[in-house]
Structure formats: structure tokens, C-alpha cells
């Protein structure tokens, strides 16, 4: 088996006996059909004006079926923003640069509308929901905004969760988490929330209600969401029962302005596959269950060796690319060795959890630590942890060996050399022939073993 994977500019070779292969799981090949309004194959503008043309209404009762039902029985985009009377403010909610979302086909569909609608010049805002995360660089903008850059660059303003003077306290979630959201929810008359869909390993899926909480919540407010990752029912595909999600649904019947949402699915490639729209929440399963088909792989068994690329962007940092990790010891057995490949070109991402880590004597440790304490970044330690107890990883990343270790990582120079590891370690314990599984694309890539 001979295979080139994706870094920075570049790709490094691998190679391995045939035998010992388990399985190459990358996202699935998805036609589109109905969802896409018989669209399959087309541009990302394509499918999202078949989304706008049949959007979501509110969804009656519950289950998949019933959001199914609700398709193209809502407003048209510009039904929404006509609705009630022209309104006189539009806020529009759009991603930062470490989701791969086509904001740049989103704003394409939806301008002329909103132009014609007159939320054009001063009467539109663009907010970037960057959670916690730093703001976008000018660069970063530029590849967010695309063509529109010249014309929305100086509508664009950056949430910052930190600057509690800029929230709304809206009260306590169900799980007791303060909500405080960004003022401009509540300065706008309409409302209008981009982004993408795909498995979230303790979200459950990213899109539709994330825009709000983490996107535009402040710290605090994210902190006490994300100490909920700790749960055993915060993982990825969990909605049902999952504490994090829970939060997130809390705050959308808190938002008094009329909501849009325009979601987006990508293969992967990181190209549009299909798009819903219109109501949040009924668009929102309309995307997961798209997602689903797209993002979870069955692979027959557990692998002893599983090799996980943090593609961009998410390869910006450790912090985005533990997703890998996290997906690939899904499918990992106790004992074995699972390689992250990742430039990590932004560095460890935020410190918190790092820190905790580094601390640390083991990952045991780590994980009391956490307990005893929480901080936010501290689920993304205890996930780390949780992997590094029961199994070796190493990694392909420009971080510095030293860094690396103390995170219970060992750095490798190529994934070559890292599986050359693995496979004697794997053998050195009696294993024969040690099964290997290749996620080429580990961040949203869920293997689902069979047993």
C-alpha cells in the first residue's frame, strides 16, 4: 500500500505491507438527490440557490421525519427579510477562518436578495463568530469574504468574547451556564446565520445553533459550555442526551429578532456537497442528516495503528487538530499507537489546556486535574488525556519535540518514520500482522467499527 498525504504545501509518502491494511476511511461520495433540489454535481452556488429555493420551515413535532416534512415550507430568504415590514438593521453571522465554510458562495446568493430587500450600505452588518478564538487576520479576511472583500471588509466586525461590555445576560442555560450573547443580536431586526455541518467529537456536530453559542458567547458563557465536554454523552454524532448540544438549543428561543440559517455540507474535498436553509433548527438536522452520510465510515474492526491528518484548515493548530485524534481513537484499540500528521502552523492553539497538561506527571493525573478544577480548554485536555491513558500517539507537526512531550506526545520527522515505530512496538507485543487505518481526512472523518 503506497500513499501520499497532505502537508503544507507538500505530501509525504507512505508505505506498508498490504496485509496490514485495515482500511483508508475518508468521507463518503454523496450525489445529493432531493436534498440538493436535483442540483447533485453542481457548484457550491448552485446548490445553495436550490436550498433558498426550498427552505426549511419550523419543524412539526420531533424526530427526523418531522424536520423532513418541513422542507420548503418556510419563507424564502426574501420573504424573511420582508416580512412584517422592511426592517431597518441586518445582521448576518459568518464564520472565522478555522471552519472551511464557502462564505464566499453564501454571500454570492444571498447579496442580490438582501440588496433588493434594502439592507444594502449601512443598514448591513457582518459579525465574524470567532468564540474564543483570536480574530481573523487581514489575510484571513480576505479568504473568508473572497470577492466580496473590497465591498464588506469595513461591514465586518469580529466578536470578542472577552469584552463583556459588548453581552447581553439572557440568564442560565439547563445545565446552569450563563448566557451572555453579543449585543448586536439584539440591535439587528433580522438576523441571518451561515455556516457548515459536520461531526463534532464533543458537540456532536458543528452549524445552525453554534453560530450563537460558542460563536458569539462570551467567555464565561463558552467556558461553562465547554466544561460539559466532560460528560461521557459529549462526543461526536451525539445530539440526544448531550449536554453541550442541550446548552446550545437553550439559547435560540432567547434571540428575539427573526432568524435565517443557511447551512452547508462539504465532501472531502472541502467542496460544497448540499445546503439547507431557512428555519435554524429545521435546516440544522436537515445538514446532520446529510452529514451523516457524508462523514461516518464502518470500518469491520479496531485498528492497532491508526494514522490521522489534520487537513486545512484545520491543521492551523494542535488545538483544531486534536479532532483527529479524537476521531481516529474511535477506532483504535487499547495499547495501540495512533499518528497525527499536522503542521500545527499556528502554533498549540490556546495555551489553557496545554498548560494543564504539561503540568501534569500522567495523563491520569491530568485528568484529576480537570476534575478538580475546570478551565476552558481544559475539555480539549481531557480528551487528549483520555486517548494518551489507554494509548502512544506521535506526531508529524512543526511543534518542537520538547513541547510535544510534555503533552504526552512524541514528535516523529515523517509519517513514515512514526509507522515504522508503531509496527515495532505493535510486534514487539506478539501482534502478527497489526491492522492499520488511514484517515486522510481525520478531523471529520468518524470510523465506525463494527466490533
Known amino acids: ?63 427526523a421525519a418531522a424536520v423532513n416534512g418541513a422542507r420548503g415550507k418556510g419563507p424564502s430568504l426574501a420573504e424573511f427579510l420582508n416580512r412584517g415590514g422592511p426592517g431597518k438593521r441586518l445582521l448576518v453571522i459568518i464564520n472565522d477562518a478555522t471552519r472551511p465554510t464557502p462564505t464566499e458562495a453564501i454571500l454570492s446568493a444571498m447579496l442580490p436578495v438582501i440588496e433588493r430587500a434594502d439592507f444594502g450600505g449601512d443598514a448591513l452588518s457582518l459579525l465574524a463568530a ?76 458543528t452549524g445552525g445553533r453554534k453560530a450563537f453559542l460558542p460563536g458569539i458567547a462570551a467567555y464565561r458563557t463558552i467556558e461553562a459550555n465547554h466544561k460539559q465536554a466532560l460528560s461521557p454523552n459529549a462526543r461526536s454524532l451525539a445530539l440526544e442526551g448531550n449536554p453541550v448540544h442541550e446548552d446550545m438549543m437553550d439559547v435560540l428561543p432567547l434571540i428575539k429578532a427573526p432568524v435565517f440559517a443557511l447551512m ?19 435546516s440544522f438536522y436537515g445538514a446532520v442528516d446529510i452529514a451523516r452520510k457524508i462523514f461516518c465510515v464502518s470500518v469491520r474492526e479496531k485498528a492497532d495503528i491508526v494514522v490521522s491528518v489534520a487537513k486545512f484548515p484545520m491543521d492551523i493548530d494542535l488545538y483544531q487538530s486534536q479532532k483527529a485524534i479524537d476521531n481516529g481513537a474511535v477506532a483504535l484499540k487499547d495499547g495501540g499507537t495512533l499518528i497525527l500528521v499536522s503542521s500545527c502552523r499556528d502554533g498549540i492553539g490556546d495555551e489553557a489546556y496545554a498548560k494543564l497538561l504539561a503540568q501534569a506527571s500522567s495523563p491520569a493525573d491530568a485528568l484529576r486535574r480537570i476534575r478538580e478544577g475546570y478551565k476552558l480548554g481544559y475539555h480539549k485536555a481531557a480528551k487528549m488525556a483520555e486517548v494518551s491513558a489507554r494509548a502512544s500517539i506521535r506526531a508529524v507537526t ?25 509496527l515495532a512496538a505493535a510486534r514487539s507485543k506478539g501482534i502478527a500482522a497489526p491492522k492499520i487505518l488511514v484517515l486522510p481526512d481525520g478531523c471529520v472523518t468518524v470510523p465506525e467499527p463494527l466490533r
Open 130 to 205: 470567532t468564540g474564543a478564538h483570536r480574530a481573523p487576520t487581514e489575510d484571513e479576511y480576505r479568504q473568508i469574504l473572497g470577492r466580496h472583500y473590497g465591498e464588506l471588509r469595513e461591514r465586518c466586525v469580529c466578536h470578542q468574547a472577552r469584552s463583556e461590555a459588548d453581552m447581553v445576560d439572557l440568564g442560565v442555560t439547563r445545565n446552569g451556564a450563563p448566557i451572555l450573547l453579543n449585543k448586536r443580536l439584539f440591535q439587528a431586526d433580522r438576523i441571518i446565520v451561515t455556516g457548515s455541518v459536520e461531526p463534532h467529537y464533543f458537540a456532536g456536530f
Open 1 to 63: 500500500m503506497k500513499l501520499e498525504l497532505p502537508y503544507l504545501e507538500k505530501t509525504f509518502p507512505l508505505e506498508f505491507p498490504d496485509e496490514n491494511l485495515l482500511a483508508v476511511a475518508e468521507p463518503n461520495e454523496y450525489a445529493g438527490g432531493a436534498e440538493n433540489g436535483g442540483a447533485e454535481n453542481s457548484g457550491p452556488e448552485a446548490l445553495i440557490a436550490a436550498a433558498l429555493d426550498k427552505p426549511y420551515g419550523p419543524p412539526e413535532g420531533q424526530g
Open 264 to 282: 452547508t455540507v462539504l465532501n472531502k474535498e472541502q467542496r460544497t456537497a448540499a445546503a439547507t436553509a431557512g428555519d435554524i433548527i429545521a
Open 398 to 422: 512543526e511543534l518542537p519535540a520538547e513541547r510535544l512531550r510534555s503533552l504526552f506526545i512524541e514528535k516523529a520527522a515523517a509519517p513514515q518514520e512514526a509507522l515504522d515505530a508503531a
